[in-house]
């Protein structure tokens, strides 16, 4: 018997368009935040690196705060939505910032300015419209296919934003007029993108009913929960454990990665090879994701393509740095191609995995934490991406990096190519290991045995109808 569909093609394409949103901001900053604050507006690699890992204290205790908020929210657009909504202003605004630092300043104001605007951007904001935007995936649809589906869908617009992204910005600020005012005008376009496309998302989709009058004192009880129970529950999940740090892992992935416009204008010596490179990456990734949901329906889950695809992707890097050391472009490209399709599954189905963690804590303990459960998902993405570029900041300012030099020094040679060779490849061998303890569909189908319950019977028991 086949499970209860919810949506329809336009629902979920209404809904995976809102990662355009979302990466209009992440891209932007993972990308090139450090190379305009560094090789534009002239501050320290080492000093921007510590403050955003400062940063990281308030996003802490945001993504849990807003994922809490969350489940605890009733209105007429749901849970989820409203948080989604209203903050993706403040995004805009606090995008538009982090671009347009004072070059009249001193150095001291001008670290401040940044560290405020940036902190308000990930702490507040992009951590409000984030964790809401990937709740709605337990919150619109109960049936796992469809999560999958919507998981793909939403990395197709993501990494297709991203290939643009990273692709055209480079040649859209030299032809704005180059300097700090081709950055303010590149970053104040993609905020009114966001802001346009994170609204039409937002009214993509409806939330479904959370329960019939039946379940309404049940519900009461749920809102009970303290902030302090409710954290006791998550932590409680070894598998919320696994895939945070798997989510935190995959993002300072990318970050590193990101950071090789460095690695391209130093060592390849030409930057505008970055673009080719992200062609490189992005073009298999969105394929890929284009496939996934039949292949994860033929092989029956999860998990063994995730591992299997990390494999891949670790082979992939190895393939990259051999590739490097001997000074061959084309084949870099190939290796990092080969390695994109690695990461696939994982990218692909990690909302639907969330979902799962979800599923389980709800098994165990009768309580719905969606929004605190995906909470690890701006966690990851804020704290990996921003780490990421905190410790290529930090290592490249102790190796002697200096900006716009003609030629760096050999340390600095070396550092670059640890970050852009070795790290990528390590980072995959630790999220191979970790994804093999990632059993979560096992465990779900085991209590549902205990319990005597069918898949389907969660939605109504815990009254998510």
Same mark, same amino acid.
């Given at each position: 018997?086949?499970?209860?569909?919810?949506?329809?093609?336009?629902?979920?394409?209404?809904?995976?368009?809102?990662?355009?949103?979302?990466?209009?901001?992440?891209?932007?900053?993972?990308?090139?935040?450090?190379?305009?604050?560094?090789?534009?507006?002239?501050?320290?690699?080492?000093?921007?690196?510590?403050?955003?890992?400062?940063?990281?204290?308030?996003?802490?205790?945001?993504?849990?705060?807003?994922?809490?908020?969350?489940?605890?929210?009733?209105?007429?657009?749901?849970?989820?939505?409203?948080?989604?909504?209203?903050?993706?202003?403040?995004?805009?605004?606090?995008?538009?910032?982090?671009?347009?630092?004072?070059?009249?300043?001193?150095?001291?104001?001008?670290?401040?300015?940044?560290?405020?605007?940036?902190?308000?951007?990930?702490?507040?904001?992009?951590?409000?419209?984030?964790?809401?935007?990937?709740?709605?995936?337990?919150?619109?649809?109960?049936?796992?296919?469809?999560?999958?589906?919507?998981?793909?869908?939403?990395?197709?617009?993501?990494?297709?934003?991203s290939m643009l992204i990273q692709y055209i910005t480079i040649d859209a600020v030299n032809w704005f007029?180059?300097?700090?005012?081709g950055w303010r005008v590149v970053a104040i376009i993609y905020a009114i993108i966001g802001l346009i496309?994170?609204?039409?998302?937002?009214?993509?989709?409806?939330?479904?009913?959370?329960?019939?009058?039946?379940?309404?004192?049940?519900?009461?009880?749920?809102?009970?929960?303290?902030?302090?129970?409710?954290?006791?529950?998550?932590?409680?999940?070894?598998?919320?454990?696994?895939?945070?740090?798997?989510?935190?892992?995959?993002?300072?992935?990318?970050?590193?990665?990101?950071?090789?416009?460095?690695?391209?204008?130093?060592?390849?010596?030409? %930057? !505008?090879?970055?673009?080719?490179?992200?062609? *490189? #990456?992005?073009?298999?990734?969105? +394929?890929? $994701?284009? /496939?996934?949901?039949?292949?994860?329906?033929?092989?029956?889950?999860?998990?063994?393509?995730?591992?299997?695809?990390?494999?891949?992707?670790?082979?992939?890097?190895?393939?990259?740095?051999?590739?490097?050391?001997?000074?061959?472009?084309?084949?870099?490209?190939?290796?990092?191609?080969?390695?994109?399709?690695?990461?696939?599954?994982?990218?692909?189905?990690?909302?639907?995995?969330?979902?799962?963690?979800?599923?389980?804590?709800?098994?165990?303990?009768?309580?719905?934490?969606?929004?605190?459960?995906?909470?690890?998902?701006?966690?990851?993405?804020?704290?990996?991406?921003?780490?990421?570029?905190?410790?290529?900041?930090?290592?490249?300012?102790?190796?002697?990096?200096? %900006? !716009?030099?003609?030629?760096?020094?050999?340390? *600095? #040679?070396?550092?670059?190519?640890? +970050?852009? $060779?070795? /790290?990528?490849?390590?980072?995959?061998?630790?999220?191979?290991?970790?994804?093999?303890?990632?059993?979560?569909?096992?465990?779900?189908?085991?209590?549902?045995?205990?319990?005597?319950?069918?898949?389907?019977?969660?939605?109504?028991?815990?009254?998510?109808?």
């Open positions: 018997m086949e499970r209860k569909t919810y949506l329809k093609w336009y629902h979920k394409i209404g809904y995976g368009s809102g990662d355009v949103a979302g990466n209009v901001v992440y891209a932007l900053l993972s990308a090139f935040v450090m190379f305009y604050l560094t090789d534009t507006v002239g501050l320290s690699m080492g000093i921007i690196g510590t403050l955003m890992a400062l940063s990281k204290i308030f996003d802490g205790v945001t993504d849990l705060f807003f994922g809490r908020m969350i489940d605890k929210t009733k209105s007429k657009m749901g849970k989820a939505r409203p948080w989604m909504l209203y903050p993706y202003i403040g995004c805009s605004v606090a995008l538009v910032a982090c671009f347009s630092v004072p070059t009249a300043w001193g150095h001291t104001a001008q670290y401040i300015f940044f560290f405020i605007t940036y902190t308000l951007l990930n702490a507040v904001f992009f951590t409000a419209n984030n964790i809401a935007y990937a709740s709605l995936t337990a919150l619109i649809t109960k049936n796992t296919d469809e999560r999958i589906q919507l998981g793909s869908i939403r990395f197709i617009f993501a990494f297709g934003t007029g180059g300097g700090t005012q496309v994170n609204t039409l998302s937002v009214f993509s989709v409806k939330e479904l009913p959370e329960a019939d009058e039946g379940m309404e004192a049940e519900r009461k009880e749920e809102h009970k929960l303290t902030f302090l129970k409710s954290l006791k529950i998550l932590f409680e999940n070894k598998y919320y454990i696994i895939i945070c740090i798997t989510y935190i892992l995959t993002q300072i992935y990318t970050s590193v990665i990101g950071m090789g416009i460095y690695y391209m204008k130093y060592i390849l010596g030409d %930057e !505008n090879l970055f673009g080719n490179f992200a062609l *490189t #990456i992005n073009i298999p990734m969105v +394929l890929g $994701l284009i /496939l996934l949901p039949f292949v994860i329906k033929k092989i029956g889950g999860m998990y063994k393509l995730n591992v299997f695809g990390y494999l891949i992707a670790t082979a992939g890097r190895l393939g990259v740095m051999a590739a490097g050391y001997i000074g061959s472009v084309p084949l870099m490209l190939v290796f990092t191609a080969i390695a994109t399709l690695g990461i696939v599954p994982l990218q692909g189905d990690l909302n639907a995995l969330i979902a799962s963690c979800s599923e389980y804590t709800t098994l165990k303990t009768g309580h719905r934490l969606d929004g605190m459960m995906y909470s690890c998902s701006s966690l990851g993405i804020k704290i990996g991406g921003a780490l990421g570029t905190a410790i290529c900041g930090w290592l490249l300012d102790a190796a002697g990096y200096v %900006e !716009n030099a003609a030629v760096q020094s050999s340390a *600095t #040679i070396g550092m670059l190519q640890f +970050l852009y $060779l070795w /790290l990528p490849a390590i980072l995959c061998a630790v999220i191979v290991f970790l994804l093999y303890f990632l059993k979560v569909e096992n465990a779900n189908e085991k209590l549902l045995k205990e319990k005597n319950m069918k898949d389907d019977d969660v939605d109504i028991v815990y009254g998510n109808i």
